[in-house]
């Protein structure tokens, strides 16, 4: 019965818009210096986008690991026992074509004012990078996960959530699985938990001989729906990986991804000392995405209790680029679900602007009802988030599917 409860409470929080909040406190982070783009004019072409004026307040780093050199961008500064969101961007992709347009919407903006944000580009993979030397070995898929706690530490994040896309989730669960202290939940958005088979490898080698690099890319990226229907978003990308990601560096990544070993995780119980993440995650997908079945598959190997699956309705490849706003709301309550709850007034509903939201953390335990705290900006909360269902209420499933 309090696993029902815990469910109807989060169900009945998804139909909710206007949440209040009393006494809470707006957090203000200092003002960065700008990040300066760079970029030329073949760069700037069909990037609107991707690249706004929204980027005056982010300042970029590169991070010394033992892997080498770490791009990175961030804005904000570490607050108290607050989380760093910390995202890692598909492959053929940096973080500004996969993250920008999500970062940018407003309401999203309302709920990442109060957390430093820091947004990571694979090695080469940021835009204006210099191109690898001839016999640079980029570092495997483990490697990259074991280069995040160099920018843990730089910073001096105590935890992070991550939000990961594509090969980026499956860095970042990589990361989850190593260094497990490190990340308090995990937003994963296409991941594929499995290696490459020999059939997998050889169509991959075979693709890469009768298209060019950005072609195969757009088919890792979006549907054979997409590709034919979507023409002006697949367009629009096309130029965009072609013009913006240096293609020598690409080509070495998309080696690595497609070279990549088994996830190696196990639902609790289903084999003696499963190995799974230990975090709580929200596994997106869209619902005509070429990486459905891999986010189905990855669902069936995690913990049910703290794993929700959200299959959005309407929606490719890339979610958080063509429905932004119903991830938005996703999150917000993935966060309320940790502890973190933020107001945000609903828009449609108001007819006016959004007021400031505000933000604060309640401490819970990980078997306590998503409406109970045991206290206000206390030690790390250890978070309880159930898998969500919008079937009936008397049935469990772990499946919430979001019709658009």
Same mark, same amino acid.
């Given at each position: ?9 989060? &169900?009945?929080?998804?139909l909710l818009h ?8 707006? $957090?203000?982070?200092?003002?960065? +210096?700008? &990040? !300066? ?5 073949? %760069? !700037? ?23 080498? !050199?770490?791009? /990175? /961008?961030?804005?904000?500064?570490? +607050? ?5 969101? $910390? ?12 993250? #920008? ?15 430093? *944000? ?65 990340? %308090?939940? $995990?937003?994963?958005? #296409? ?13 991959? +080698? ?77 596994? /997106? ?11 189905? %598959? ?6 049910p209790t703290t ?7 309407? @929606? ?39 007021? @400031?939201?505000?933000?604060?953390r309640l401490a ?28 009936? &209420?008397?049935?469990? #499933?772990?499946?919430?599917? *979001?019709?658009?």
């Amino acid at each position: 019965m309090k696993v029902l409860g815990h469910k109807i409470e989060l &169900l009945a929080g998804l139909l909710l818009h206007d949440v209040t909040m009393a006494g809470l406190q707006e $957090l203000r982070f200092p003002e960065e +210096k700008p &990040l !300066l783009r760079g970029q030329d004019t073949t %760069e !700037l072409e069909n990037s609107d986008t991707f690249l706004s004026a929204v980027d005056t307040d982010w300042k970029e780093h590169d991070i010394e690991t033992p892997y080498g !050199l770490l791009h /990175v /961008v961030i804005r904000g500064s570490p +607050k108290g026992n607050r989380p760093a969101i $910390l995202t890692y961007h598909d492959v053929g992709l940096n973080h500004k074509l996969c993250f #920008n347009t999500f970062f940018n919407f407003e309401d999203m903006q309302e709920i990442t004012k109060h957390f430093v *944000v820091c947004h990571v580009d694979a090695p080469g993979q940021q835009v204006g990078a210099s191109q690898f030397p001839q016999g640079y070995q980029f570092p495997s898929m483990e490697q990259l996960a074991a280069m995040l706690p160099s920018v843990v530490q730089h910073f001096g994040f105590k935890y992070v959530i991550g939000i990961g896309v594509g090969a980026g989730a499956y860095v970042l669960a990589k990361f989850a699985l190593i260094f497990p202290d490190l990340v %308090e939940g $995990l937003v994963l958005m #296409n991941i594929d938990p499995n290696g490459k088979g020999w059939i997998d490898w050889a169509a991959t +080698k075979l693709s890469g001989l009768t298209s060019t690099l950005p072609d195969t890319v757009l088919s890792h990226l979006f549907s054979q729906e997409e590709l034919v229907n979507n023409t002006e978003l697949v367009q629009s990308y096309r130029q965009q990986i072609g013009n913006v990601v240096n293609q020598a560096n690409l080509q070495l990544f998309w080696n690595m991804y497609n070279s990549r070993r088994d996830l190696d995780i196990n639902r609790p119980g289903t084999v003696p000392n499963a190995k799974t993440l230990r975090c709580p995650v929200m596994l /997106v997908v869209g619902d005509n995405a070429p990486a459905e079945d891999g986010v189905v %598959e990855c669902n069936s190997k995690l913990d049910p209790t703290t794993t929700t699956f959200l299959k959005m309705a309407d @929606s490719g490849g890339l979610p958080q680029v063509t429905q932004p706003g119903k991830l938005t709301e996703a999150f917000k309550y993935f966060l309320q679900g940790m502890g973190y709850i933020a107001y945000l007034k609903d828009r449609r509903l108001s007819g006016g602007a959004v007021p @400031s939201a505000s933000m604060t953390r309640l401490a819970r335990s990980r078997t306590a009802s998503l409406t109970s705290a045991s206290s206000v900006d206390g030690s790390r909360p250890q978070a309880c988030t159930h898998s969500e269902s919008s079937e009936g &209420l008397g049935q469990v #499933n772990h499946t919430m599917e *979001v019709s658009c």
